[in-house]
């Protein structure tokens, strides 16, 4: 199999070739991988179902032994593919406190970090397009 990264992967139904996919994929594909649910005020609020982690969001663990934990991400490893939550974590045997890291699909995001003007106008560019195709489907079905 070939050594560079290729996007026929993603449309291959083996397994490992998926695998190949995920690991081998540039930056700005592995951002996108990192995404995960919004809240139901969140999914009202900017029309979409899933952004991007970043540092600083605040979430909910869904699934596996924190779940219900509320917390900051403080870390997001892109080439692990995993986040890191405030109060997610576990004492060695040395007693030294360590982060677990999560997979981002445990995860559902409650307070999006808002920082960053580039995030705040990819949202309102989104939000500003479902609005215009929801009006124009409307005015297409009173005709």
């Not at 809240?39 to 909910?60: F, H, M």
């Not at 779940?67 to 900051?72: A, C, D, E, L, Y």
Request: with cysteine; glycine share 4%; proline share 3%.
């Amino acid at each position: 199999m070939k050594k560079q990264f290729s996007p026929a992967w993603k449309r291959s139904t083996q397994v490992r070739k998926q695998r190949k996919y995920r690991y081998n994929a540039p930056l700005h594909l592995r951002q996108k991988m990192l995404s995960a649910h919004l809240s139901k005020q969140l999914r009202a609020e900017y029309r979409r179902r899933a952004i991007p982690i970043r540092t600083g969001d605040e979430v909910v663990v869904t699934t596996g032994q924190f779940r219900k934990k509320h917390g900051k991400v403080t870390e997001v490893d892109m080439k692990k593919l995993k986040i890191f939550i405030d109060g997610c974590s576990r004492k060695k045997v040395s007693g030294q406190e360590v982060h677990i890291p999560i997979d981002p699909s445990n995860v559902v995001i409650t307070k999006a970090n808002m920082d960053d003007k580039m995030r705040q106008k990819i949202l309102r560019r989104k939000t500003e397009k479902k609005k215009v195709e929801k009006t124009a489907e409307k005015k297409v079905e009173k005709k």
